[in-house]
């Protein structure tokens, strides 16, 4: 995963959806019978054997909804549970910072991680971590990979960040650290190749 790799795919894509073009890897439909894809590498922030990866997979709705399907398998986390969520800027270095805040795009957008947790559209499920491999799987409406107000492909695209902590999903408002607490991980979602 290279910041050169991701911003010609961010172009790509942009270039795509701006003259209509079809081209594969960033397909800019997105309509009835399209499967759209996407990947991201996990690295740890400071830790440099956690690692592991995530598959983003829209797909159309008969009533024209787009669900995208996320699986995350990621090694070398503490046992339990660990936040994850797509944050709003596809960088991970110099620091798991650099993510910015998560992904909510929406008009009335707040990406504190407390402050409108769990309402933002790149909130998740959680990550649980069992026999040294922690698995996430889970699907979303409230993201797209295809063009539009909810494209993890905006003008400075998205990335996944893995937290250290459980999300508790904020039950008692903005408390800090509710949704998860500090970085464990990192990966720049990347559009790719659909079949």
């Known amino acids: 995963m290279t910041g050169?790799?991701?911003?010609?795919?961010?172009?790509?894509?942009?270039?795509?959806?701006?003259?209509?073009?079809?081209?594969?890897t960033v397909q800019a439909g997105g309509g009835k019978g399209r499967t759209l894809r996407a990947v991201a590498e996990i690295e740890g922030c400071t830790d440099g054997f956690i690692g592991g990866t995530a598959k983003l997979v829209e797909q159309p709705s008969e009533e024209g909804i787009k669900r995208v399907k996320i699986t995350m398998h990621?090694?070398?986390?503490?046992?339990?549970?660990?936040?994850?969520?797509?944050h709003?800027?596809?960088?991970?270095?110099?620091?798991?910072?650099?993510?910015?805040?998560?992904?909510?795009?929406?008009?009335?957008?707040?990406?504190?991680?407390?402050?409108?947790?769990?309402?933002h559209a790149g909130d998740l499920v959680n990550m649980v971590v069992h026999g040294g491999v922690g698995?996430?799987?889970?699907?979303?409406?409230?993201?797209?990979?295809s063009p539009?107000?909810?494209?993890l492909f905006d003008?400075?695209?998205?990335?996944?960040?893995?937290h250290v902590d459980p999300d508790t999903y904020?039950?008692?408002?903005a408390v800090a650290g509710c949704a998860g607490g500090g970085r464990?991980?990192?990966?720049?979602?990347?559009?790719?190749?659909?079949?």
């Open 4 to 24: 050169r790799n991701t911003a010609a795919a961010i172009v790509l894509w942009t270039a795509a959806a701006t003259l209509g073009l079809g081209a594969a």
């Open 74 to 86: 990621v090694k070398g986390l503490p046992a339990g549970k660990h936040g994850v969520h797509i």
């Open 88 to 119: 709003q800027t596809a960088a991970c270095t110099p620091t798991c910072g650099a993510a910015g805040g998560h992904f909510d795009p929406g008009p009335n957008s707040n990406t504190s991680p407390d402050g409108n947790h769990p309402f």
């Open 148 to 151: 539009g107000p909810l494209s």
């Open 184 to 195: 464990a991980a990192c990966g720049i979602i990347e559009a790719v190749e659909r079949d």
């Open 155 to 162: 003008a400075d695209g998205s990335a996944f960040i893995v």
């Open 135 to 145: 698995v996430m799987q889970t699907v979303t409406t409230r993201v797209t990979l």
């Open 170 to 173: 904020c039950p008692e408002g």
